[in-house]
């Protein structure tokens, strides 16, 4: 075989495999750009971002979960996540209303005995999930 | 001078006795001040006491605790229970000091010890020491079980809503003529009465239920339900 011959498969060959190679790079971006994520990434973060700086954990702070009261109302204070709808039920009363601010204060009638008391918590945000908290407060009129 | 002397000596003797009789009259008069002084200090023992008591009302109040459960037995000398999420109480009555009352709708009366039965359902106040209470009164109360979840299934032939709680407990609720059923309006979020054709799976239900003691399967009758729609979450 002739020398030139021999030169001329050489490049031959380079030329394809250089050619080979672009078109595989080639392929794997178009790939990348058919599979790619519509919306932007940065409002993806900022939204989880948003949620969490926003999320308020349930919260009661009057009255203690076995309270013996002597009265036949009580005020209810708590925090939860701001514009949840609050459902705040007992075997005597349903009460149910949207807090503007994370905390709220609400009065609240007992039954004579034992009152069961349940907070539920369907925040605004669906990626928040709902919250709940049942304490007991007695009613009781003893003398000590 | 003998006279004189006789005389003299007369006149010192009744200035002694009068001497006398003034110590005694002042001697005398002592008792009547000395009634003054006790009654301040009977005032300032009563004062006292008061003041005991008053502390150890407040010591008994703050430390007073309140535990309710299903009576498991009783005795003369004890009481044992159950609660919901306590595990098991032994109770401890004073003869002398333990009250015992029946708790109906908004009144309370007295009762006695042997009123107490099995199966009741009891609220005890006392100090609690570990798993036993001595117990200052004790009532028999009504027992409710109040919870919400989600309706999975409308059972519309007999009347009976399926609820999953957030806990994964299935209830299955009666809806009896009785029973108190409510939605929650999206807009105004009052509470309005409707029929049972307005229930619909999906919806979140918030519902009370009368514990009797023997219930199974977890089907009890509602005595009320409030409804939040899915639509209020979908708005």
Not at chain 1, 15 to 22: I, V
């Amino acid at each position: 075989m002739k020398k030139e011959t021999i030169f001329a498969v050489f490049l031959g060959i380079v030329f394809g495999g250089l050619l080979g190679l672009f078109l595989i790079t080639k392929n794997k971006e178009i790939q990348l750009n058919k599979n790619k994520v519509i919306a932007p990434k940065d409002i993806n973060d900022r939204s989880a971002a948003q949620t969490n700086l926003n999320f308020q954990p349930l919260e009661i702070s009057e009255p203690k979960d076995g309270e013996i009261v002597d009265n036949a109302s009580i005020t209810i204070k708590g925090k939860a996540t701001k514009n949840s709808l609050v459902v705040i039920q007992s075997p005597v009363k349903d009460l149910v209303f949207t807090n503007d601010k994370e905390d709220f204060k609400v009065d609240f009638p007992l039954a004579l005995g034992e009152n069961i008391i349940r907070a539920v918590i369907y925040p605004k945000d669906k990626l928040l999930s709902i919250q709940e908290k049942s304490l007991r407060v007695y009613y009781l009129q003893e003398s000590l | 001078m003998r006279k004189k002397l006789f005389n003299y000596l007369t006149i010192s003797l009744l200035v002694f006795i009068l001497a006398r009789s003034v110590i005694g009259q002042t001697a005398t008069s002592s008792p009547t001040v000395k009634p003054t002084a006790t009654a301040t200090d009977e005032s300032a023992i009563q004062g006292l006491k008061n003041k005991i008591a008053d502390k150890v009302a407040e010591i008994r109040k703050n430390n007073n605790r309140a535990v309710a459960g299903r009576v498991l037995s009783t005795s003369a000398t004890s009481i044992k229970i159950k609660t919901e999420d306590q595990g098991d109480f032994e109770i401890k009555p004073d003869e002398t000091l333990t009250k015992y009352y029946q708790i109906t709708g908004a009144q309370q009366k007295e009762i006695k010890n042997e009123d107490i039965q099995k199966d009741d359902y009891i609220i005890v106040t006392g100090v609690i020491s570990e798993k036993t209470i001595t117990a200052n009164s004790i009532f028999v109360d009504q027992q409710y079980l109040v919870a919400s979840g989600k309706i999975t299934e409308v059972d519309k032939d007999n009347y009976i809503v399926k609820v999953l709680t957030p806990d994964k407990t299935v209830y299955n609720l009666s809806i009896e003529t009785f029973t108190k059923q409510q939605i929650v309006n999206i807009k105004t979020l009052e509470a309005e009465s409707i029929g049972f054709s307005k229930i619909i799976a999906g919806d979140s239900i918030h519902f009370t239920v009368k514990i009797k003691g023997g219930e199974k399967n977890n089907e009890y009758s509602a005595e009320k339900i409030l409804i939040v729609p899915q639509e209020y979450f979908i708005k």
